[in-house]
């Protein structure tokens, strides 16, 4: 349950980045700018979940 519940999270914010920061996909870094948001996500994650 946990790994369908995290991939469902990463689908999300793979879908609305754009909303999020809408600002990053007006030149032509769309993907780029999806997938960054994406490794700090998970970066974030990471160390909330080993330091806190």
């Not at 990463?10 to 032509?28: K, Q, V």
Request: proline residues 4%.
């Amino acid at each position: 349950m946990p790994w369908t519940l995290g991939f469902a999270a990463g689908a999300m914010l793979f879908i609305i980045s754009n909303e999020i920061i809408p600002e990053t996909h007006r030149n032509s870094y769309k993907t780029l700018a999806t997938f960054s948001l994406l490794v700090g996500f998970v970066i974030m994650m990471f160390l909330d979940a080993t330091l806190g």
